[in-house]
């Protein structure tokens, strides 16, 4: 079975900084698997938008809105992601989610995006 956990959310006064973790779980999925690790979040009542990524050889990706305050990272021998958010701003308060998305792999589970349950960032003014 696989898991994506994350961790690290909370409140924190704006200009503040946080910092998420995303970690996988999952023997086969984590030795059989090569993946990317996505963040996401989910203002209310809204889609979720993408947030950053981070592939298996370390190359990222931002949005706009947050790629000169955001830093994501990647542990692969803990098969962790971190994101390292900087500045906040009340407009970054939303739930943050951390998805798997397939790189390489042939088996099932390396087809499947996998999500966490998220985790609630609240930047007050």
């Known amino acids: 079975q696989v898991q994506v956990v994350e961790s690290g959310g909370g409140s924190v006064q704006a200009g503040g900084p946080l910092t998420l973790s995303c970690t996988v779980s999952g023997n086969s999925y984590v030795t059989d698997c090569t993946y990317a690790m996505n963040w996401f979040r989910q203002f209310p009542g809204e889609e979720r938008e993408f947030v950053s990524s981070i592939d298996n050889t370390g190359h990222a990706n931002y949005a706009d809105s947050v790629k000169d305050r955001f830093t994501i990272s990647r542990d692969s021998a803990k098969n962790t992601a971190n994101l390292q958010m900087l500045s906040l701003q009340p407009e970054d308060t939303a739930m943050y989610y951390c998805?798997?998305?397939?790189?390489?792999?042939?088996?099932?589970?390396?087809?499947?995006?996998?999500w966490g349950q998220g985790t609630q960032v609240t930047v007050s003014s």
């Open positions: 998805k798997t998305t397939r790189v390489g792999g042939s088996k099932w589970y390396c087809w499947q995006n996998w």
